[in-house]
């Protein structure tokens, strides 16, 4: 039993190779596909250089050597964490990245716990209060939950808390560690924005999760038995009925993290993903590899985090991979 | 009798009823629109909504007519959405069947690319594609598209996995047809049903993906209209005129929802063993 899981987890981080080798190929081949070289970009915005300065610069840019050369180089510097420089700033990359880290980071994490802190209880309400109307009504909210923009939610909020100064972040951001309470005051619409939709998602797993369970035998058994209602319901049925839902919302943080890119966007926080967005309009291609880079590394770890959650409470161990949402 | 099962369940009924709507506007902006949408009217700036103007949307910060915009843009959503959508299906869906039907190696490799992609979240994977390609339109639909591609492999392969094992499918190899004809007539038609409900719910995604790619200023270019741009620009003058960033994010959200309706309906009447999951 002990063995089988520890194989498995190291089966699946044995997995994780190949995928982040393929993730540094296609980010690195994927930018050498636009036109214009890196170094034509770079001058574009310098004066002229000279013969020898142009010897080096090539050196620099890699234009004196094959591609699967620089490739290497490339993935050779990634591993010692050198992501490149700035064509815009001249800045490092890395620093330039995590130092915008944690707010993305911290957005997500608030907009899971949303999620969670309202989708489960109501999931639970509605499994227990079954009727044709309620149901539908679920069934609907749950769509509804999925088809909503989380950037014209953001847009919506700006425009019916643009009275209440203070609760739109605008300006001047306070990190975590300056004034707590002012920070998560300041991102507590922005991560509302963004995990709303999938609170709606989640009462509808919780329920229809918590449904199936409640119809197994056990649950027959331990109401037979003469335990309280209540108790059996938290007891018993809700420790099983959770474990699809913390997939469900495992898999979801990719969608988590990239409302967060659009939605620091619409309140003007300075995360990664206004970084992105900036590199983008820039054409900072080094940073916009290094901020692609960082981002699928996370989501491929927090899926192998959730696939072990689920595999090291579920002793009959899935071992495909078919619960994936996102 | 799929089609009379459908007309019974509300669900998808009402997913179809909306999704209609939408096509019936986008028809009738081919032959007429309340106003030019693109042209820029300086007489009626930021004009609230009213009957008596015609402007019943209201206008937004270059005096065009929300309302002339939100139809025109209707037609580039679900052009984009059905484009992107079916390309990521006719891909996907060849890599998943081919990698299920050979197996070893071959699904190895074909099922590791897929991963690879999947990788990736899928608005930020949109977002890098865009940067690479530039913002033409037709871009747009393949950023959507290659988001497609790893789930329609998943989901086609794990189907083949579980039909190839027929006995029909011995029949056909014994009697000499080739692996494209099995695949493509025998076991495809049996693998539809999750494809066809994956579909509906792509092009639902599909419609946020766009909308946001527009929104953040890397997918379909203003003057052009399409609802993400069109909140992209109402975000400057909303709080003075709010119009111009609800109407638009309306237009999403139904059509989203229909979609999404359309979707889970269809899995009730397809998918018979979900039902009782509501």
């Known amino acids: 039993m002990e063995s089988n899981v520890g194989r498995y987890i190291a089966k699946r981080l044995l997995s994780l190779i190949p995928v982040l080798f393929g993730v540094s190929l296609i980010v690195f081949f994927l930018v050498r596909l636009i036109p214009g070289s890196a170094l034509q970009m770079y001058l574009g915005t310098q004066v002229e250089a000279t013969a020898e300065q142009m010897v080096e610069l090539k050196r620099i840019f890699g234009e004196d050597r ?261 | 009798m799929i089609p009379r099962r459908l007309a019974k369940n509300g669900i998808a009924l009402t997913g179809i009823v909306i999704v209609s709507l939408y096509i019936i506007v986008i028809l009738v902006s081919f032959f007429w629109l309340p106003f030019d949408p693109v042209k820029i009217d300086a007489d009626h700036l930021l004009e609230e909504p009213s009957l008596k103007t015609g402007h019943i949307f209201g206008t937004d910060e270059f005096g065009r007519d929300i309302l002339s915009r939100i139809m025109k843009g209707s037609l580039v959503s679900l052009v984009i959405s059905l484009s992107a959508t079916t390309m990521g299906a006719l891909i996907g869906v060849t890599m998943g069947i081919w990698a299920g039907y050979l197996g070893g190696r071959w699904d190895n490799w074909i099922m590791r690319i897929a991963d690879i992609i999947f990788a990736f979240p899928s608005l930020l994977l949109a977002i890098f594609v865009m940067a690479i390609l530039g913002e033409k339109t037709w871009n747009v639909v393949i950023a959507i598209g290659i988001v497609y591609i790893p789930q329609f492999a998943r989901i086609s392969r794990g189907a083949i996995l579980s039909v190839k094992t027929n006995e029909f499918v011995r029949a056909a190899r014994s009697n000499g047809a080739s692996a494209i004809f099995i695949l493509y007539r025998h076991l495809l038609p049996n693998i539809l049903v999750p494809i066809i409900v994956q579909v509906s719910l792509a092009l639902s995604v599909s419609i946020l993906l766009e909308s946001s790619l527009s929104f953040l200023g890397l997918g379909i270019q203003p003057p052009w209209p399409s609802w993400g741009n069109m909140l992209s620009s109402a975000r400057k003058v909303m709080v003075l005129a709010p119009w111009t960033a609800i109407y638009p994010g309306f237009a999403i959200v139904f059509l989203v929802l229909g979609f999404n309706l359309l979707g889970d309906g269809l899995r009730d009447i397809l998918d018979p063993r979900l039902k009782n999951v509501g």
Do not use: C
């Open chain 1, 66 to 326: 094959p591609v699967l050369v620089l490739y290497v180089e490339w993935l050779g510097r990634l591993l010692q964490g050198d992501f490149g420089i700035s064509l815009r700033t001249g800045r490092e990359v890395l620093p330039d990245i995590l130092s915008r880290l944690p707010l993305s980071l911290e957005l997500t994490v608030m907009a899971l716990l949303i999620a969670l802190l309202f989708g489960i209880p109501q999931g639970i309400l509605a499994s227990l209060k079954r009727n044709p109307f309620v149901d539908v009504l679920n069934r609907v909210v749950g769509l509804l939950g999925l088809s909503l923009p989380q950037f014209w939610l953001a847009a919506l909020m700006v425009l019916f808390f643009s009275g209440f100064r203070g609760w739109i972040p605008m300006g001047n951001y306070v990190g975590f560690f300056q004034d707590p309470l002012r920070n998560i005051q300041m991102l507590l619409l922005p991560s509302l924005a963004i995990g709303i939709g999938l609170a709606a998602v989640i009462m509808r797993y919780t329920r229809n999760s918590m449904l199936e369970v409640l119809e197994m035998d056990y649950i027959r058994t331990a109401r037979a038995k003469g335990l309280r209602k209540r108790s059996v319901i938290f007891g018993h049925a809700l420790k099983n009925a959770i474990l699809p839902v913390i997939t469900v919302a495992g898999f979801n943080t990719g969608y988590l993290l990239g409302g967060a890119i659009v939605i620091e966007e619409v309140f003007a926080l300075p995360g990664m993903g206004r970084l992105a967005l900036y590199a983008i309009y820039q054409r900072d291609y080094p940073v916009i590899q290094g901020i692609v880079l960082v981002i699928a590394a996370i989501f491929v770890l927090v899926n192998l985090a959730t696939d072990l959650i689920y595999a090291m409470a579920d002793p009959r161990i899935r071992l495909d991979d078919s619960g994936r949402k996102s």
